[in-house]
């Protein structure tokens, strides 16, 4: 089963792929996307490998190009993450496809060969991305929209279906 989750920023969408990891771990293999704030403002964003829990910048405030609102996206570290990702697993977790990792052409490909050629995935769409890629997965796979109300009941079936 090929699941997807969007909603709003902040919502829990990476809390709810953590719940899933920590349910299945020894099954599963993939990255999420983190905040990382400085007290309470939000600074960036960092890329960590479920597996290794190493981690690496994707974007951070600042100047430079490309650029996500505020946020300059580091290709080159999230291409360089994506060739060290170990992949050799049942379920495929991939947060996020987003405006930010869709800056990288080596991020779209890794999409269409790895989440649409496996059983069994969970990934994070981005509620606003409007690339062919976002709009494949809302449309083939099950997709969940995350709410404070709704997050706990959809871990439980993830798991259930995964």
């Keep these: 089963m090929k699941v997807a989750l969007t909603g709003r920023p902040g919502v829990g969408k990476t809390t709810v792929c953590l719940k899933v990891f920590g349910q299945l771990k020894p099954r599963v293999a993939g990255f999420v996307t983190t905040e990382v704030r400085e007290g309470k403002n939000r ?10 829990g190493k981690d690496v910048w994707l974007a951070k405030i600042g100047d430079g190009k490309p650029k996500v609102g505020k946020y300059v996206v580091f290709v080159e570290n999230l291409e360089k993450f994506l060739d060290n990702l170990d992949l050799h697993a049942e379920v495929l977790i991939v947060d996020e496809v987003g405006p ?6 080596k991020f779209v490909k890794f999409i269409e060969d790895e989440i649409f050629s496996r059983e069994k995935v969970l990934a994070t769409v981005h509620y606003k991305a409007s690339h062919p890629i976002a709009e494949k997965i809302r449309k083939e796979f099950k997709l969940f929209t995350i709410d404070e109300e709704n997050r706990e009941k959809v871990v439980e079936e993830i798991i259930k279906t995964l």
């Design 100 to 105: 930010m990792e869709l800056k990288s052409q």
């Design 43 to 52: 600074v960036g964003f960092k890329l960590k490998d479920l597996r290794s």
